[in-house]
Nanobody, 115 residues
């Protein structure tokens, strides 16, 4: 069973930055595709970014140039550095671990961008 624990959310002003972390309790962490999703009130969950071990990361168009996803396989942790945050980035952010047909989710962390 894979357990994912997110941290780092909070309230930030527009233009500010936050760094989310997701710690995984799983064997062979490096073989999982790790991703961040978000869900705003009244909207569907959407992909923000994902990263594999090796190939470059992928981002939603709405966050390109502002967000950076990275991973530390030794620490079994994935990060999401979020810069130049906008009010429309307000959402609950979820960590995801994907392997073949399996998907695992964290409990989510709230990010609120407001002045």
């Amino acid at each position: 069973q894979v357990q994912l624990v997110e941290s780092g959310g909070g309230l930030v002003q527009p233009g500010g930055s936050l760094r989310l972390s997701c710690a995984a309790s799983v064997n062979s962490f490096a073989i999982y595709t790790m991703g961040w999703y978000r869900q705003a009130p009244g909207k569907q969950r959407e992909l923000v970014a994902y990263i594999n071990t090796g190939p470059g990361p992928n981002y939603a168009d709405s966050v390109k140039g502002r967000f950076t996803i990275s991973r530390d396989n030794a620490k079994k942790t994935v990060f999401l550095q979020m810069n130049n945050l906008k009010p429309e980035d307000t959402a609950v952010y979820y960590c995801n671990a994907h392997l073949t047909r399996y998907d695992y989710w964290g409990q989510g962390t709230q990010v609120t961008v407001s002045s």
